[in-house]
């Protein structure tokens, strides 16, 4: 994907453990002000790809970019005010209420911890809480919550970091269709609304084509294929990735896939 405005420039990146490659030379550019969802089967590496680009694994060589500068260079909190990301599993303390955990979010902008709120963090964490449609339940404890009113939570928390780019590591794994396709519809607004960059691990190949500007296929931890979702996606590349045999079908204009 070549492009003149990126958020991330991934170069030669090659991540291994106890000598064996699970990211195998990777080099890509991710589209600043879109939202780039990254396919694969288990075992692809796409979970893994997501926690090298927020630091949380240590590559072995090769270079990760933000707005050209290289991630090792950027501290902490610095970071955590250009970057955040929603893990697949988050556990909250306890007896943590909606509008405690959302507050978290602002403890890049705090010098020690999160002792205080001035009168920005609190817009901040309204403004969070409002965009996710949780101002109602700010109160509750978040472990009385239901699985995608928790989701929202945690989503809520990273948009209180006010950063530009927001990771997802499977945001819709675990809830029913009605709350996946609410996460989803946040995760649209924040991008149209709000111009923040986003990049999702998906296991839904229509729901990757349907909410997405660009698409990452990986297999064997390597980048079997980038493109824009609308097009992208064809039958031969899901059995190569898959090895399963699929249709298309078209919805205004959307190319979906059924398998068979």
């Known amino acids: 994907m070549q492009n003149n405005r990126t958020s991330f420039q991934i170069k030669s990146l090659i991540f291994s453990v106890e000598s064996t490659n699970i990211i195998r030379d990777i080099s890509v550019d991710i589209e600043e002000g879109k939202i780039t969802s990254i396919i694969g ?11 090298l680009l927020t630091k949380n694994y240590k590559r072995t060589s090769g270079d990760i970019l933000i ?4 991630i090792d260079k950027i501290k902490g909190k610095e970071f955590a005010r250009e970057v ?20 978290y979010g602002r403890i890049p902008y705090k010098k020690i911890s999160l002792t205080t709120m001035d009168e920005e963090d609190e817009k901040v964490v309204d403004w969070a809480l409002e965009i996710t449609g ?5 109160g509750k404890d978040v472990s009385s919550l239901s699985g995608g009113q928790r989701q929202r939570a945690w989503i809520a928390m990273s948009l209180a970091q006010k950063t530009g780019i927001l990771f997802l590591d499977e945001p819709t794994t675990y809830l029913d269709i009605k ?20 990049v999702m691990v998906l296991h839904d190949i229509n729901q990757a084509i349907k909410y997405s500007h660009n698409i990452i296929a990986m297999k064997d931890g390597k980048i079997h294929s980038v493109g824009n979702a609308k097009s992208m996606i064809t ?9 399963v045999k699929v249709d298309t079908f078209e919805i205004d204009g959307i190319k979906y896939i059924v398998s068979f």
């Open 67 to 70: 707005k050209g500068n290289s």
């Open 235 to 243: 039958p031969d590349l899901v059995e190569d990735i898959y090895q």
């Open 179 to 198: 709350y996946q396709m609410d996460i989803l519809n946040i995760v649209k607004e924040l991008n149209e609304i709000h111009n923040i960059t986003i």
């Open 41 to 51: 089967p288990n075992g692809s590496g796409k979970s893994t790809l997501l926690q």
């Open 84 to 103: 955040a990301i929603v893990n697949q599993d988050n556990t909250p303390p306890l007896d943590t209420t909606v509008r405690k955990l959302v507050s």
């Open 134 to 138: 949780l101002t109602e339940l700010a």
